[in-house]
């Protein structure tokens, strides 16, 4: 009740931390609620399916499951057999889906999901999809289409598929997405088979459906059914949930260390304004275990009613969070908001246990209160770092370099996570070490001033002089705004000069041939375009042997397998492997690997070569023969034409690009999600900073107002009380603003080494100017607006 009593008397002590609490918990509510609402669900034309027969998965390199490895026409056979005579299955239909694009007015039609739009007709029995018009196919050069197409029963239409454009007769439409061939046909572009999907009879058991299919199938796959079947996803849809993914990820991390760094930093300043209250606790006979219970107890209450806040206002904010997210066109389509309890609890969890953690080393600091302190108000501020606040500094300092300095060797994936870890390291340390500075810097920027003969400057110097943790926890969230506005706007801006730097001199005085609205090259492309690098990718799978690991031991790993026609690499029966990857895999040259394909049949290949990791090149390269006959629906990447050919694109569907046309193409493919990313992350990091520096500078001159009354009865007037109080905070907002830059440049310049040693090319450290300007002008106008309100409403009242 106590706890209860003070919270509700100290509203205004409290309100800053609530404000803090309520808007990280309400960040954390709305990213958790998108991300569970992001989950994948059973697609549309699976819908009239009871179970689907998968084949067995294989692991990549690190153990993980990855994908399933397709049965062989023999293998696939028997099993179609006796799950069609499962009693309760109408039908047991082989999925088969490949890449299939109409071509109109000589340009592919859009299609996301080309690439897997072709299927056998008896694939479209799943939805199912209703025959509108027409018949079935029946014939090798027939097709039956969506009728949203537009093709009329009995035309013709051109269709692109791996061998290029095909003219086919359009026999019927259904009314759903996809081209429908007859099974021949679709057995040709995919010989293996990766899904039999089980149509029911009416009122069948699902159960005893998938008990008889386990029978059936035995060890040979596994079965799914209901929402189990959401596994199969196309391959366009898991791209963009990976994307929308990694960026509420971003979202949700960088939400979290502000919240722990604001709530926490306010809590110290909120408790530290209490000393003399604490003081007099303790004379009146409080132990300090009371003390620190009754800091915790509060925190709790605040961090309780802020989560309860914050989660409703998060659930409120995912309709805008999610219209954004649609917008950058990272959601799976037809996307809707579902609410759980696991995000409400988790993110009240969180709000909670931030707000107790952060006032744990305020509560033993307060703990440590002598009765005498409730007469001496500003003790603790002259007693400058403490032994601990040193060590915890420097510790924390050393780290963060330690990783700024690891950011110029991290890998290229790794790169962009190390400097941002190195960067809130930093942030940390120059929080924590604040006050080693604040003196030094205030005497420094208010010396011009001293001489002019006015109070104002000598009242503020002697304020940052005298309560240097103060200022320091006033500095923290400009620290943290300035900071990741410098650095994730700095790191767009070196990567965007960089990479395309970079990728424009491996491939100097090549034309490239990209695909132009189709997701690869088909083989007509490559036929244009006979010289010059075109490599045919495909999964594959190797049975490896682990040392030591009875369990795994004959364990099937997934491959990236490249079909090369590049004469050195192009030799039948034998395969090129990098150093890296012939290790994962125990192989060394002259060694004979059996190789199981799409198709699902095993070639046995010899490891001609093991060479030094070559990206370029590729980890496991084959003849580009061997992976066509394998691999019928593979469409080829980017063919890179030397400069003594003629590179072609009069076939439909692909574009010419120079060196830098290319780098610039390749790099903006993913630079406006990028930088979309970036800039989303930092007005988060601003704007829940700039709510913090407001609440905090509101909190200080609070406090403040019995310092204010003095200084009036000593004569000041209301305008010299208000220019004190805009000059304290701008030098706090400056000495802020000054250590977020500080602690950018580390990583920054990590980053632009390592870059630079990637790319092969000289990196500088690049700045945005405007997104620096921008934050600290934020975090400024903020701070001075909060203050002068608080400072003139408090002049009001003592006047009154």
């Known amino acids: ?73 023999a293998e696939a056979e028997p099993i179609v057999s006796g799950l069609a005579k499962i009693p309760g299955v109408a039908d047991a239909v082989v999925d088969r889906s490949f890449y299939a694009q109409a071509i109109k007015g000589g340009k592919p039609v859009a299609d996301e999901g080309a690439l897997e739009s072709g299927h056998g007709y008896s694939s479209a029995l799943m939805a199912p999809y209703e025959l509108v018009s027409g018949r079935a196919p029946a014939a090798a050069d027939e097709v039956v289409v969506d009728r949203s197409l537009g093709a009329a029963v009995g035309s013709g239409l051109t269709v692109n598929i791996t061998r290029g454009r095909e003219r086919f007769e359009v026999v019927g439409t259904v009314d759903g997405p996809g081209y429908y061939f007859s099974e021949e046909f679709a057995a040709r572009q995919q010989p293996g088979v990766g899904t039999i999907a089980l149509i029911p009879d009416e009122d069948a058991d699902t159960g005893a459906i998938v008990t008889a299919t386990k029978k059936v199938l035995g060890g040979s796959g596994t079965v799914v059914s209901g929402d189990g079947r959401a596994e199969l996803q196309p391959s366009y849809i898991e791209h963009k949930r990976f ?95 579902a609410v759980a309890p696991w995000p409400l609890l988790t993110a009240s969890a969180i709000g909670i246990g931030v ?59 790794d790169r962009i996570n190390t400097a941002i870890f190195a960067t809130m390291t930093l942030i940390v340390a120059a929080a924590l070490l604040a006050p080693v500075f604040v003196g030094s810097v205030g005497r420094f920027l208010t010396a011009p001033f001293q001489g002019g003969g006015k109070a104002a400057p000598v009242l503020i110097r002697a304020e940052l002089v005298a309560n240097p943790r103060r200022t320091a926890s006033l500095a923290a969230p400009v620290i943290a705004a300035v900071g990741f506005a410098v650095l994730l706007s700095g790191m767009v801006e070196t990567m965007r000069v960089a990479y395309p730097a970079g990728e424009a001199l491996k491939v100097a005085g090549q034309t490239i041939v990209t695909p132009d609205g189709t997701p690869g090259n088909t083989d007509e492309v490559v036929a244009a375009n006979p010289v010059g690098k075109a490599a045919l990718p495909t999964r594959a799978f190797v049975e490896t042997k682990k040392a030591g690991d009875a369990e795994n031991a004959r364990a099937s790993t997934v491959l990236d397998v490249l079909g090369s026609r590049d004469p050195q690499w192009n030799k039948p029966g034998e395969a090129v492997l990098g150093a890296k990857k012939a ?180 990196v500088g450290l690049h700045l945005n100017s405007g997104a620096i300007v921008i934050a600290v002008i934020g975090t400024l106008v903020a701070a001075v607006l909060a203050g002068l309100a608080v400072t003139s409403k408090t002049l009001k009242r003592q006047t009154a």
């Not at 007693?383 to 060590?391: D, L, S, V």
């Not at 510790?395 to 300095?405: D, E, K, N, P």
């Not at 905070?729 to 580390?746: Q, S």
């Open 355 to 413: 707000s107790v953690i952060g006032a744990w080393t305020a509560g033993r600091k307060a703990a440590k209160v002598a009765p005498i302190e409730a007469l001496l108000d500003s003790r603790s501020a002259n007693e400058g770092m403490g032994r601990g606040r040193w060590i915890a500094g420097l510790s924390v300092l050393g780290l963060g370099v330690l990783t700024a300095i690891g950011t110029a060797t991290s890998s290229a994936d």
């Open 583 to 762: 290790g994962e895999l125990g192989l060394k040259q002259g060694q004979e690997v059996p190789v199981r394909f799409a198709d699902g049949a095993t070639v046995t290949l010899r490891v001609a070569r093991v060479l030094p990791d070559d990206p370029a090149r590729g980890d496991f390269v084959v003849a580009r023969d061997l992976v066509r006959a394998h691999d019928p629906a593979a469409l080829t990447d980017d063919i890179f034409v030397p400069g003594g050919a003629k590179a072609s694109d009069e076939v439909p569907g692909v574009a010419l690009h120079d060196a830098a046309e290319y780098a610039l193409a390749d790099y903006n493919t993913d630079a406006e999600l990028t930088e979309s990313l970036a800039m989303m992350l930092i007005v988060i990091a601003v704007g829940y900073s700039v709510i913090a520096v407001a609440n905090s500078m509101a909190m200080a001159a609070h406090g403040r107002r019995r310092d204010f009354g003095v200084m009036k009865s000593a004569g000041g007037t209301v305008r010299q009380l208000l220019f004190t109080s805009a000059g304290e905070t701008t030098l706090v907002i400056v000495i802020g603003a000054a250590l977020g830059v500080l602690v950018t440049l580390p990583p920054l310049a990590g980053m632009a080494a390592g870059l630079s040693e990637a790319t092969s090319s000289e």
């Open 1 to 73: 009740m106590l706890i209860l009593a003070n919270v509700r008397e100290r509203w205004s002590g409290f309100l800053g931390a609530f404000v803090a609490v309520l808007v990280g918990v309400a960040l954390i509510t709305t990213t958790l609620v998108i991300y569970d609402s992001a989950k994948a669900g059973v697609q549309p034309r699976y819908e009239g399916t009871a179970v689907l027969a998968l084949p067995k998965q294989a692991v990549d390199a690190d153990g993980s499951p990855e994908d399933r490895m397709p049965w062989s026409k």
């Open 243 to 337: 994307l929308g993914v990694q960026l509420i990820s971003a979202m949700a991390i960088l939400g979290l260390f502000t919240t722990v760094f604001v709530v926490a930093s306010m809590l110290v300043l909120s408790t530290g304004m209490r000393r003399r209250e604490i003081g007099l606790l303790r004379t009146i006979g409080a132990s300090p275990k009371q003390v620190r219970h009754m800091i915790l107890g509060e925190a709790a209450v605040v961090g309780l009613a802020g989560s309860i806040a914050g989660c409703v206002a998060g659930v409120v904010a995912t309709p805008l969070l999610l219209s954004i997210l649609e917008g950058l066109d990272v959601t799976p389509p037809g996307m809707e908001v």
